[in-house]
């Protein structure tokens, strides 16, 4: 049937393919900066990295693009439904694409380059004024994005933005799902900290890193990661990468701690499951790949949260610690380790904060980037309107703006709308786990015995193999029944914390 | 000036830029393969890497560049020498690219693949006659190819090949001076072998692998080796790879030798050099480039068999090993050392052939790929004249075929024309040594102590810093004031072995 539109539809889908090919090999040379390059090849990596980038809008927004979508789409009736996916995610990047000119692209390029290179200095300075005026010039050029987008997508500025990381995400459905939290977590908070007690003894190191990493890697092939397609290896900010077919796990160690870096590879083990069990067959196509930023957070958070700082799953690794490290004593007791696991505090990081607190940190920021977004703030309102929004959600003083407004590098590196998927990405796994657990009530006691292969069985077929066939909304309703709701995240943190 | 003639040529030095980008994708993709990725990679990644090739062969052939190579040669005369050399480059690559239909390049990418696959078998099992049928296939495809790229270049069907690895290089000229090498070696290797006495006893260990790699890295060092751009990782086949700002040599490391890993670090590093040493001005344009496969392999060969296998650096080295590996004894003294490191016999293998032994393999295996490229022999033909061949030229007879023609890789790769520049590279190491010496006398007593600087200071301006903007034949002028002879390197050897 070698209709015009499936003729428009096959050249889609070559062209998709090759635009997935550089993608590919973009995300190995991100990879290989991050944990192999030596600092001088710096400068040329950077340029081969831009010629890349370049060459990949160029394939995307070159005008046969555009007449194959509008012949496809007039032949959408003799799609299959993952078919009809996979044009509809087509034409999402090619409106992402083109509705930028290339000055205003490498304009927000530059300026999010020079601000995150001005905001490491004011970091480390705990000095705001230093980069505010270029984070002023940065917000002006992505609120122009943000305008450019909208007017593409027909949506708002800020869910202009939210729709690269988050595909038909819409504020709107957040801020209803926020307000729950936020009537919910300031009055809970206290509670678990009245209710959780003195804080048991820390594990004393040091911690061999030798030791940590044989433990990591055994973690995550009991949690399923396959090591003939994948590594783990070292970076500053840990990260998952590379591919589907070789997925790249980094981690850092520190000899006094453990439980750093052993968390840290647990939750990056849960991307990359998702991205091992996304279908083959699609690969290189957009339906083939990940849903987007709150399914994939569900899945890192699945495994960290809900499964891995389980009782269940303390349980299964407490003797392999004391075996590793050589524990003993009180400190050791899988008790102990258990609470340590689960322990909450009012803490002002958000990379360090518990399953409790983190949605306010990030209820914090998206409040805020929607204002500057919206234009309803400026960036020298930000250090007043951040700690005063922190003391009224998490109820202490933010003492400088080195642990405030300047902790994060997203704002100041050109990423505005990302914040919300972190908790839209909690909620999701909570609901996802519940819905788990329910169709097989087996899984829990898999985890206490180091058995993932239940919660495996459940996640794939519901979650990873469904890859972008379906929205978020879709995918949420055909694996839990239910649109995303905060119900099932609020009555596992009750079952946690407020027992 | 903004002719059409120089608009022609921004317009291709542009182009020529990101085909560069993806070239140095292309390699760290490589690299990656061969040191990190793990097995289960292989077939996405061979997608990625043709899906690469693909856009850099659509890029290099499309319309636009003709017409620019055109354009661009009218207003030649308004070029900078360098400039006119860049042209020159991209006209080569431009034939190089267009002489082939996009059938045929694919049916030779697929009938190599194949027979590489088919020899790996046949080698482990000597058996010539089980990789005949696919190795006689890909011959006729070569031919193909060869046919083609001789009208396109209009050149003979070799030397068409030949021009692949070594621009204009011509078999007539390649001729003269194996002829000179076949008058000269088949006599003076029993000389050698009669003059070196009794081989010495052998330096016993196990050697550590953690030492053997930190004496690596300091000899690296030592030659000039910047780790700030660049890398040591171990492989199964060492090589040199990267790009210039950020070099990665591999290696392999066995414990019951040290010597193996060592030389072929100090060799690879003389091709890291010469990367490093290319112009930074010309990165991403062909002129930039380093010259071709004859003087690359000169710069390993020039480190690795001029400098390094010397008394001078013996010297320097001796008492490091000694430190290094706890050595002492007669195996351990210099001069033991030494004559073990210029150790010469007649072997079957040319990858470990001494530096006496290795022309005449190659000159067997150029003698047989031009009959076989030329029809005057057939595939069938290869084991019988092959083994004639080495009877004569090395004056023993080849047991089997896994240790006679099966042995390299290249042919049932399809790489065909590829074998003369090695000893070109031998030839030209020799010439540019010798001419270094002569300019600078302190270059000897440099490397007895460890000092790379003076050799450097000669390469760098005469040979790393020209990159392509002399043809072979006038760098090798410019450098050392005549066109390439056999001369220089049949004195090093009767300096060396015939005393």
Redesign the interface.
């Known amino acids: 049937m070698s209709t015009p539109a499936a003729r428009a539809y096959q050249a889609l889908s070559d062209r998709f393919?090759?635009l997935s090919?550089?993608e590919?090999?973009m995300g190995?040379?991100s990879w290989?900066r991050s944990v192999?390059?030596?600092?001088?090849?710096a400068?040329?990596?950077a340029?081969?990295s831009?010629?890349?980038a370049?060459?990949h809008h160029d394939l995307l927004v070159d005008g046969h693009v555009g007449d194959w979508l509008d012949e496809a789409a007039e032949g959408a009736a003799g799609l299959t439904a993952w078919q009809a996916a996979n044009l509809r995610e087509m034409k999402r990047s090619y409106i992402h694409s083109t509705a930028l000119s290339g000055e205003l692209v490498e304009a927000v390029s530059l300026a999010a380059s020079e601000c995150e290179h001005v905001w490491r200095t004011a970091r480390a300075e705990s000095n705001f004024a230093l980069v505010q005026p270029t984070l002023t010039h940065l917000l002006g050029l992505v609120r122009e994005v943000a305008q450019a987008k909208a007017q593409a997508l027909g949506v708002s500025a800020y869910d202009a933005l939210l729709d690269e990381y988050e595909p038909d995400g819409r504020s709107a459905d957040i801020d209803v799902l926020f307000s729950e939290l936020e009537a919910f977590l300031p009055s809970f908070l206290p509670q678990v900290l009245a209710a959780q007690g003195a804080e048991p003894p820390a594990p004393q190191g040091p911690f061999p890193v030798a030791t940590q990493e044989a433990l990591c890697r055994r973690l995550m092939q009991t949690l399923g990661f396959?090591?003939?397609?994948?590594?783990l290896d070292v970076s500053t900010h840990p990260f998952c990468g590379?591919?589907?077919?070789?997925v790249r796990i980094t981690t850092r160690y520190r000899d006094d701690d453990y439980s750093g870096s052993m968390m840290g590879v647990l939750h990056e083990t849960g991307h990359g499951l998702y991205e091992r069990g996304l279908p083959t067959e699609w690969?290189?196509q957009p339906v083939g790949r990940a849903r987007g930023m709150s399914i994939h957070e569900s899945q890192s958070l699945l495994m960290e949260m809900q499964a891995c700082r389980s009782r269940e799953f303390v349980t299964y690794t407490a003797p392999l610690l004391r075996e590793a490290f050589g524990g003993s004593g009180p400190a050791w007791e899988t008790d102990a380790l258990y609470k340590r696991a689960i322990r909450v505090e009012r803490g002002f990081i958000r990379v360090d904060a518990d399953e409790v607190t983190y949605p306010l940190h990030v209820i914090l920021r998206y409040r805020l980037e929607k204002a500057l977004i919206e234009g309803r703030m400026e960036a020298a309102d930000l250090p007043d309107a951040w700690n005063a929004l922190f003391q009224s959600l998490v109820g202490v003083p933010v003492p400088e703006d080195r642990v405030g407004c300047l902790q994060d590098i997203h704002w100041y590196d050109g990423a505005w709308g990302y914040f919300p998927t972190y908790t839209l990405g909690a909620l999701t796994a909570a609901q996802l786990f519940a819905a788990a657990v329910a169709a097989d009530p087996q899984i829990p006691a898999g985890l206490e015995r180091g058995d993932f292969a239940p919660l495996l069985a459940w996640l794939r077929p519901n979650i990873h193999a469904r890859a972008s066939s379906l929205s978020t909304r879709d995918l949420l309703i055909a694996a839990t029944g239910k649109p995303l709701s905060t119900e099932a995240f609020k009555a596992h943190l009750q079952r946690r914390y407020a027992v």
């Open positions: 393919r090759r090919a550089l590919d090999a190995m040379l290989d192999m390059m030596p600092a001088g090849g400068a040329s990596r340029e081969t831009a010629a890349l370049t060459l396959d090591f003939d397609h994948g590594r590379g591919t589907p077919q070789d690969a290189g």
